[in-house]
């Protein structure tokens, strides 16, 4: 397969990343946010899970299926990284493999905090209020610091771009953008209040949106025509 043809399968494969991933949201929290677990009842917590359990379950599962369009999408970004890597005197070709290394970490954190989320709706009972705030806590705890986890592809992603233009300029400062709320989002799992920014809040629920939005974006840039490199 050429480039250009695999470029293009990296950019649908992107965009299929991102729909699969936010799909939940008009699933689950468009009717009703789900409460943050951090400075809320288990009470609430448990009523919310019953609720959406349906649709929480069909979502989440559809963001666990979306890592396979996801590590293809990866994969095409490190070898076209590699190509112009190998264009550059000297160059000691590292970029590639960070690309490739600190998006394998990133993913495999998101998929094992999608995989604890999974359970929940098995777990909750409103009669062990308790319970339902431990695992609640874990849940958030572990989803504001997927922003944390997100931070090395997003460095990786936008080091290379800047150093080989293996996508357009602007990706790099759109992908700062993306770092800024994705540290915001970690902060999340220091804090029980504000309410907007302890984990499973607004904030939370941004950077979420922003990280999987930028998958999408970067999928669209890879359909563009492949730079000279």
Not at 45 to 58: E, I, K, N
Request: aromatic share 12%; with cysteine.
């Amino acid at each position: 397969m050429d480039e250009r043809r695999a470029s293009r399968v990296g950019g649908y494969c992107g965009l299929g990343f991102s729909a699969l991933s936010l799909v939940v949201i008009p699933l689950v929290a468009l009717p009703a946010a789900p409460p943050a677990a951090l400075g809320m009842s288990g009470e609430a917590f448990a009523a919310w899970y019953a609720a959406h359990r349906t649709g929480f379950l069909v979502g989440n599962y559809l963001g666990i299926a979306a890592f396979v369009p996801g590590f293809v999408q990866l994969a095409v970004l490190a070898g076209r990284t590699r190509l112009r890597e190998g264009a550059r005197e000297g160059a000691l070709r590292w970029l590639s493999g960070f690309v490739l290394a600190s998006g394998t970490f990133t993913y495999g954190v998101f998929a094992c905090s999608l995989v604890a989320f999974q359970a929940m709706p098995f777990l909750i009972d409103p009669k062990t209020p308790q319970a339902a705030l431990t695992m609640g806590t874990l849940t958030s705890v572990w989803f504001a610091l997927d922003g944390l986890a997100a931070l090395p592809v997003l460095l990786a992603v936008a080091w290379a771009v800047a150093a080989t233009g293996v996508l357009p300029r602007w990706v790099v400062w759109f992908t700062g953008v993306v770092a800024a709320l994705a540290l915001v989002m970690s902060v999340g799992a220091l804090l029980d209040a504000p309410p907007w920014l302890a984990a499973g809040g607004p904030a939370t629920f941004l950077g979420f949106v922003a990280f999987f939005g930028w998958t999408g974006v970067l999928g669209g840039a890879m359909l563009r025509p492949v730079p000279e490199a």
